[in-house]
């Protein structure tokens, strides 16, 4: 029996277009023409088709399939061992997603409540980026430390949100001096100003022991987004989020009072 484009379009579910453009490629041609020339699909053809709809389902490019065609029993096993490893990484990576989506609704619920211009009037040059706010809710999710830091940032009023950021301008003016004079990293004004840090942190967000701290500081200096946190962009020095770190290590070791496992994790 043989069927007309319109026919095979129709209860295939796909367009005549379509049909056009898999003859084109020669995955398939119909079987026969009528007499009037037009193209008609036997029950060969139909089942030719089915197996290219089957393997675009499965995201198989047109060419891979026609590879698959030259010779179905030497190359389709083979073709679909490795597209069920691309569909298993796809699905990590989607999964990986939703998670990300999900912990953006919760910064975005328990966030900063100010405006856009509140933000700006509060913050300044200060940016949250959001894709590291996700990443880092995501890598702490369990910890009481990042819980207890998003609940009280929530709760900040702007009075609250004015004082911190005024602490954090000039405790960044006392770091850029430090730095711009040729301070060592592990010398007594640059871990003073490490120390100052861990306590703003503690006295803002949540206790932050000397191990947490080395922590935050790792980030700094591996993330130009965390550091951008604390020291704009256009503030910042080439070496500067290294000299940071190296700064709170040095303080960490300084301050070191036995514990080393007790430190909080994030």
Known sequence: MSYSVGQVS?????TVRTLHHYDKAGLLSPSGRSQAGYRLYGDADLVRLQQILFYRELGFPLDEIGEIFKDPQANALEHL???QEQLGAEIARLQRLSEVAQRAIEVQRTGVALSPRERFEVFGEITFDLSYATEAALKWAHSPGQREAMARAA???KEDWRQL???ATAWRAELLAAFDEGEASDGERAMDLAEEHRLHVSRWFTSCPPGMHRRIADDFAA???AFALVVPVPQQRP?????LCKAVHANAARRADGRTGADEDR
């Open 81 to 83: 061992r490795a597209r």
């Open 155 to 157: 709760a900040h009023t």
């Open 165 to 167: 950021m005024g602490e």
């Open 223 to 225: 993330d130009p987004r």
């Open 10 to 14: 129709a209860f295939a579910g796909v």
């Open 239 to 243: 070496g500067l989020a290294a000299y």
